[in-house]
């Protein structure tokens, strides 16, 4: 199983809970907290609008669940 890019955050965390952590880390570049603001959003409309790598929250994330 891995994490798509047209997942929602929502139900990442809810699926995977470990990728919690993954996403905090990413607050501080977004100005925001992800979690907080976009649990409703898919994982690639978030990192358009915060301009975050794609391949490399995708990597951090299955890598967390992998683990």
């Known amino acids: 199983m891995s994490i798509e890019k047209d997942m929602i955050l ?3 965390v809810e ?3 470990e990728t919690e952590d993954v996403f905090h880390m990413y607050d501080e570049r977004a100005g925001v907290c992800i ?3 976009h649990l409703f959003d ?3 409309s978030v990192t ?3 301009g975050i790598e ?3 929250i995708l990597n951090k994330l ?3 669940i992998n683990s």
């Open 54 to 56: 794609l391949d490399e």
């Open 35 to 37: 979690m907080c603001s």
């Open 48 to 50: 358009e609008k915060y």
């Open 42 to 44: 898919s994982l690639e």
């Open 62 to 64: 299955n890598r967390a």
């Open 10 to 12: 929502l139900d990442i």
């Open 15 to 17: 699926k995977y809970p």
